[in-house]
């Protein structure tokens, strides 16, 4: 397991450094190549893409969730895979009339000329992704097999073809058109290679029509429901803030925060790789009435995911200032300070990224929608008061105080949900977190001590870094310390024989 989980998360982690190296090589070259309005058009289409596979009303989740329930039951997989599958080309077939109807209003004259080319593209996006959300149903099934590495493979594959190609097609005379068809189909790809490895290993490809249960269909339906509402609480919580920022204070304050906004959202991808490998044996563990062992691979999950975060912190308070001076100029160094107090957002996301599948997984997904809910109510909330008192940190302010309280909520239900105090819970959480609290004990002094001894920044860097990277290679490949005394003890014991 330990292993599995190294080589997943290292092959998903290099994924991320092509994709955020390649951007900052690719995105000057398509400026220039498109020009600003075309450009423009392109970085949306690529955002809205990504917004709109999220936002698939639940329907993979809800896949991926009874499928690892029911791991080693093959007919109910077919029926599991069969019913979302179902459901899935019925969002299609919307998707694609919305695509017909956008190409109607352009031959009728309807939508002018001179809005082109934004009805094409429109149209463009709505296929690529008509064409995903039931392919992406053979994401669920590697997930549910905890093929991780896999997945991480095709990642890579993805993004080596769209940074060779796309420089490719604007040398050879491609205009925005061409770029983004042809990222849609590289996005296709992506999906159809997890279906192709399906086949390639089960020789099947899980389809059964007489396999279909319309009871199990509205099950599956009443779980993407609610899966959909977390989706779009996530959608909510920081990455629109630009446009409340631009309300409530000016549009030259948007600038400085989308700068945070794109750091943090590096961030967050890096913490999501590392925590959403645990998401299925924690419902398989559920599913098999082992919840002894879904709580322990939950308080593994929030372990590392906690330690990352607190680590994030660290690394932003440490480098901020210098990373912000090469990467946007000297003007915005001053945002290392507000950047490193939005980081403990993380913390937060942290705990929703270990909770939620254990919530999922025993049938709580009203109450996990729910506090994703409250969490955005809250923000909102605070936010006026918190920008009266301090301009543009007080949006900053605002989230990480909402996130911060529903992860204690979220750490009271599970309490509640095993039978133990919130107390004990925390002192079990903090026991876990002991290796990585000494790291920082440490990091804090070598840093003081390279300080004090006026060493160069790039030398404190190096070795700051050194010391993290030695770090994280030994808790990734050796096995953490995850069954504390007292775990049974704070389960039901009907559970806690596993």
């Known amino acids: 397991m330990a292993k599995s989980y190294a080589s997943a998360t290292l092959i998903r982690l290099l994924a991320i450094a092509l994709n955020a190296v390649g951007a900052l090589l690719l995105l000057p070259f398509v400026l220039n190549a498109l020009g600003a309005n075309d450009f423009g058009i392109w970085a949306m289409a690529t955002s809205i893409t990504g917004y709109l596979l999220l936002l698939d009303f639940g329907i993979a989740l809800a896949c991926t969730r009874y499928l690892s329930i029911h791991a080693a039951d093959q007919a109910g997989w077919r029926r599991t895979f069969s019913s979302s599958l179902l459901l899935s080309l019925g969002l299609t077939a919307v998707l694609g009339v919305a695509a017909l109807a956008v190409q109607g209003l352009v031959y009728s004259g309807i939508l002018p000329n001179t809005a082109q080319p934004v009805p094409d593209v429109i149209t463009l996006l709505l296929v690529e992704v008509a064409l995903s959300i039931p392919l992406r149903l053979y994401q669920s099934i590697l997930r549910a097999e905890v093929r991780y590495t896999e997945i991480g493979w095709f990642e890579i594959i993805r993004i080596v073809l769209r940074l060779l190609g796309i420089p490719v097609l604007l040398w050879l005379g491609g205009g ?64 629109t803030d630009n446009v409340l920022v631009g309300l409530l204070l000016s549009v030259g304050a948007v600038a400085p925060y989308a700068i945070m906004v794109v750091v943090i959202d590096m961030l967050t991808q890096i913490l999501m790789r590392f925590q959403s490998y645990w998401d299925t044996i924690i419902m398989r563990h559920a599913g098999e009435q082992r919840l002894a062992s879904a709580l322990d691979t939950t308080l593994k999950s929030l372990q590392i995911g906690v330690a990352l975060a607190l680590l994030a912190t660290f690394n932003t308070g440490f480098i901020g200032k210098h990373f912000l001076r090469l990467w946007v100029g000297e003007a915005y160094t001053d945002l290392a300070v507000p950047l490193t107090l939005f980081t403990l957002i993380l913390l937060g996301l942290a705990v929703q990224l270990a909770t939620s599948p254990y919530f999922n997984a025993l049938g709580k997904q009203r109450l996990n929608a729910g506090l994703a809910l409250a969490e955005i109510l809250l923000k909102l909330a605070l936010l006026l008061p918190l920008v009266h008192l301090w301009s543009a940190q007080g949006v900053i302010g605002a989230s990480v105080l909402a996130a911060s309280a529903v992860a204690l909520m979220r750490l009271h239900v599970l309490a509640g949900m095993v039978q133990c105090s919130l107390t004990h819970l925390a002192g079990i959480i903090l026991c876990r977190l002991s290796p990585v609290l000494l790291l920082l004990s440490v990091l804090l002094s070598v840093t003081g001590v390279l300080h004090i001894c006026d060493t160069s920044a790039f030398l404190q860097m190096a070795v700051i870094f050194m010391l993290q990277g030695s770090a994280l290679l030994f808790f990734v490949k050796k096995p953490l310390y995850t069954r504390h005394p007292v775990l049974n003890a704070i389960c039901p014991r009907s559970h806690s024989g596993d």
């Open 176 to 239: 925005l058109i061409t770029i983004l068809v042809y990222a849609s189909c590289i996005n296709i790809l992506f999906f159809a290679l997890m279906m192709l490895s399906v086949y390639r290993r089960d020789r099947t490809f899980y389809i059964d029509w007489q396999a279909l249960d319309w009871l199990h269909l509205r099950e599956l339906l009443s779980f993407s429901r609610y899966a959909a509402m977390t989706q779009v609480a996530e959608f909510f919580k920081y990455r």
